[in-house]
């Protein structure tokens, strides 16, 4: 009885070495001959499927489930197109769809030169494109001028790692940059528009130095691997008058551009009364297009960092003069080299860490206040040393004022905590918003009762602001922690 088997023949080329991969990938171009079901195919497909797959394409796709009868086919990973698996047609056809796949790369800028990891695909040749795509990508990365592909240096290192590495210009450096921005500024169109839920905005808006105003709105949002995501979509110079009109316009402008004005959960602002107003035109315009949930009721969203920079700033109005004391110490400390020496030799003589380092405050941003306190009652000792030796120093804190800064930093490091956690960008805090607000309104109730009529003083100060802007709590923030297990319904009651 005859086999269909196949039996291998050994052949000889000569001449030039023939490349088998290449000529696979090249047939896997050409429709499979159709042949006759027999045993000995079913038995070809089934070895295809049991073999170890080395290539590191497979890292990219995923085999699918397969009849006895029929060929293996894989799935990309990334947008799900289809192929022939079949160990007879090569690997050619999945390297080149991993060239073009549309879903293939979703880093920023700074990711794509991170992420040269050791499953790439990629040829070991020398690629112009590749590498200009990359050099652009440092100079975003570092903030580099572009004159930076024109350094003597730089280039001399470009030429030991390839010899005839072309030299571009930093003019043509911009053109690259320009055509980087505008395609990662449609790849983040594509993956706006195909987020699963909607996306929510943050914004500030600040003064330079220069008097130049700037604007930076920011998306947070989840997308289909269920992954929060936060994207700068604007950063730009805002020009005079900055009123609530033409910060409406701006904004609603920006998300036009974006398209996604019909996706819009909420908008997190700070309180100003110009955000009142823009706010409130923005969500008349896309309650008109009939673009929010539940009738904008959970539009607006007041920054609960900036709020309680609000409640913390009307206290520290009361210890002025304890703060006050402590931060010229540490100016005076700061203020020549000696100086610095002297302090570091009494904190030797006291036997504490010199790598703490003393921490000046910023007065608009009282948690540099607390990081302030904190550093200075650490070195106390060092400061009473360097009283005795320098009679220079003459800002040194009375002992009561010094119990007064420990009081003050102990009742301040609730609403550092509580800050760091309404800082988070990397994971959802919306759940985490009534926990803390509950903490410090607690801590405000119990300080306005206590007997030490400064710190009394100074909490009913904070409490007063703090039941301006909180007494009447978000529904929508309520929802968050009633889904978050941890607190459920009871938690709101």
């Known amino acids: 009885m005859e086999s269909d088997e196949m039996i291998p023949i050994e052949t000889k080329y000569e001449g030039e070495d023939i490349d088998l991969e290449d000529e696979l990938d090249e047939v896997a171009e050409l429709p499979p001959p159709k042949k006759a079901k027999t045993k000995s195919k079913s038995k070809t497909s089934n070895k295809d499927n049991k073999r170890r797959r080395t290539s590191h394409v497979w890292s990219f796709f995923e085999l699918l489930p397969t009849k006895d009868?029929?060929?293996?086919?894989?799935?990309?990973?990334?947008?799900?197109?289809?192929?022939?698996?079949?160990?007879?047609?090569?690997?050619?056809?999945?390297?080149?769809?991993?060239?073009?796949?549309?879903?293939?790369?979703?880093?920023?800028?700074?990711?794509?030169?991170?992420?040269?990891?050791?499953?790439?695909?990629?040829?070991?040749?020398?690629?112009?494109?590749?590498?200009?795509?990359?050099?652009?990508?440092?100079?975003?990365?570092?903030?580099?001028?572009?004159?930076?592909?024109?350094?003597?240096?730089?280039?001399?290192?470009?030429?030991?790692?390839?010899?005839?590495?072309?030299?571009?210009?930093?003019n043509t450096a911009k053109n690259d940059l320009v055509k980087m921005y505008k395609r990662e500024k449609e790849r983040m169109k594509s993956v706006l528009t195909s987020a699963p839920g909607r996306v929510c905005l943050t914004s500030d808006f600040w003064t330079s130095i220069a008097t130049d105003g700037y604007m930076c709105v920011t998306a947070h949002f989840i997308d289909a691997n269920w992954v929060l995501q936060k994207r700068v979509l604007n950063f730009c110079h805002m020009p005079p008058t900055h009123n609530g009109v033409s910060l409406f316009e701006k904004v609603y402008k920006l998300l036009s551009m974006w398209g996604i004005e019909n996706k819009i959960f909420c908008v997190t602002l700070d309180n100003a009364s110009s955000n009142d107003v823009s706010i409130d035109m923005l969500r008349t315009q896309l309650i008109n297009k009939k673009a929010l949930v539940c009738n904008g009721e959970f539009f607006h969203l007041r920054c609960c960092a900036h709020i309680l920079n609000l409640v913390v700033q009307d206290g520290l109005k009361e210890i002025d003069i304890v703060v006050q004391k402590i931060r010229e110490s540490i100016k005076y400390v700061r203020g020549s080299q000696e100086r610095k020496k002297s302090f570091y030799e009494s904190v030797k003589q006291m036997d504490l860490d010199g790598k703490k380092g003393l921490r000046q405050d910023v007065p608009t941003r009282w948690n540099s206040t607390f990081l302030m306190l904190q550093s200075a009652l650490y070195y106390r000792r060092a400061f009473q040393h360097l009283e005795l030796t320098d009679y220079n120093f003459k800002h040194f804190p009375t002992v009561d004022e010094w119990k007064k800064a420990k009081k003050i930093k102990k009742f301040l490091a609730v609403f550092y905590d509580a800050t760091l956690v309404f800082f988070g960008t990397k994971y959802p805090t919306a759940n985490l918003y009534f926990p803390q607000v509950f903490i410090v309104y607690f801590t405000l109730k119990k300080e306005s009762d206590i007997e030490d009529e400064y710190m009394r003083k100074m909490a009913n100060q904070m409490l007063m602001k703090f039941e301006k802007y909180w007494i009447e709590f978000s529904v929508v923030l309520a929802i968050a922690v009633v889904l978050d297990p941890r607190y459920k319904l009871p938690f709101i009651d």
Do not use: W
């Open 69 to 170: 009868e029929e060929k293996p086919t894989c799935k990309c990973k990334k947008c799900g197109k289809e192929y022939i698996a079949a160990g007879a047609y090569g690997t050619g056809n999945l390297k080149r769809h991993l060239g073009v796949c549309p879903r293939k790369d979703t880093r920023d800028v700074g990711q794509l030169i991170l992420g040269q990891n050791v499953t790439s695909v990629s040829s070991p040749k020398f690629d112009p494109a590749k590498f200009r795509e990359l050099l652009c990508a440092a100079i975003t990365m570092h903030e580099l001028p572009f004159q930076f592909v024109e350094y003597v240096g730089i280039r001399a290192i470009f030429s030991y790692l390839y010899v005839d590495v072309p030299n571009i210009s930093r």
